[in-house]
């Protein structure tokens, strides 16, 4: 089975470098134009077979999957467990902003995302634990000759990329990142359960 990993294209709020969780942004140009060359290029490197078409249900991921869905005739399924990790208070704001006003709190959780959470924010735990107990759904209930596109968010791919693809969730600051309007592609083997990187888009 493979695993299409999309990031979201870009916002305004991403262009002007703000922490955004669960704020509900919209795409903006540019976001919609990477999305729509990202889509060429999943075309061509990859045969799409019986595939499932899975988003975050934050509009700009779901504007998003709606876009490749338009090429691929397939219409996404709104997943709440696909949602980036939420910021809380720290929502909308930059670096620089919170650095001003709660410097101690943001650097316990730079040091520990994983039990640290964002004021009224989540853990990294807490987005863990929600995405690998729907990742596993998945995993047991779909037929295996198949591809599935998830279109996510920076966080959920790093987790992703650290906890299932290297072995080691506390990797999730070492992993290279996903872009917005980027994706990945993955391999499942069932008997060995384990995934392989097989390409970057």
Known sequence: MKIVLVRHGETNENAAHCYLGHFDAELNDNGRKQLSLFTEKLKQVTPIDSPSLYSSDLSRAMESAQIIGGEIQLRPVSEFPLRELNFGDWEGKTYDDIFL????????????????????????????????????????????????????????????????????????????GVGHGKGIIVDFNEQKKMFTLLNKL
Do not use: C, Y
């Open 101 to 176: 006003q709660d410097q101690k709190h943001l650097e316990m959780w730079i040091q520990d995302p994983f039990t640290v959470a964002p004021p009224n924010g989540e853990t990294l735990q807490q987005l863990g634990k929600r995405f690998d107990d729907w990742l596993d759904h998945q995993l047991l209930n779909i037929n295996q000759n198949k591809t599935i596109i998830m279109v996510s968010h920076g966080g959920p791919i790093r987790w992703f990329l650290s906890k299932w693809v290297k072995g080691d969730a506390k990797e999730f600051w070492n992993v290279e």
